[in-house]
C-alpha cells in the first residue's frame, strides 16, 4: 500500500472569523503572509491522526479568503478521515496514490445509509456535494 496526496478546494462562503476590511480582502498577502509561498514553509498538523497530514494552502483564517478554501493532504496506509460533511462542494485532485472514497447516496438525512464506493487513484478528481457524507481511505 501506498502514500495518498490529494489536493482538496473548498468552494464555500467560509465566514469562520469576522469579516475583514475590504483593503485586505483584496490583498491575498494578510497578516504578513507573502503572496507567493514555498509550499515546503507552510505548516502542517495532523490534528491527532496518526498517518495523516493536512497543510491549508490558502484559506478563511490565515489568508482572508472567503469563497474558498485549498488544503494538501497526505493519508498513509492504515489511515483514513472519520465519516463527515462539509456546508460547501469539495474538488479533489488526487495527485499520487490509490484509496477508497465512500461516498453517502442519501446525505441529506441524519443517518445517510449505505455508502458507495469509488476508486480513486493518480491523477483522477471528484467532487463533493454540499453536506454529502464522505470519507477518504488510502
Known amino acids: 500500500m501506498a502514500t495518498l496526496y490529494i489536493l482538496l478546494l473548498l468552494l464555500c462562503n467560509i465566514w469562520l472569523i469576522a469579516p475583514i476590511q475590504t483593503s485586505e480582502a483584496l490583498d491575498c498577502s494578510a497578516k504578513d503572509i507573502p503572496r507567493v509561498r514555498n509550499l515546503s514553509d507552510i505548516p502542517q498538523d495532523s490534528y ?78 471528484f467532487t463533493i456535494p454540499v453536506n454529502a457524507a464522505h470519507q477518504m481511505i488510502p
Open 48 to 125: 491527532g491522526r496518526e498517518g495523516f497530514m493536512h497543510m491549508t494552502v490558502a484559506g478563511a483564517a490565515l489568508h482572508g479568503m472567503k469563497e474558498v478554501e485549498i488544503w494538501i493532504q497526505t493519508f498513509a496506509p492504515g489511515s483514513r478521515t472519520p465519516i463527515h460533511r462539509h456546508s460547501c462542494e469539495e474538488v479533489f485532485l488526487v495527485m499520487k496514490g490509490r484509496g477508497t472514497l465512500l461516498l453517502a447516496a442519501d446525505s441529506q438525512k441524519k443517518y445517510p445509509g449505505e455508502p458507495e464506493e469509488f476508486a480513486v487513484f493518480t491523477n483522477s478528481t
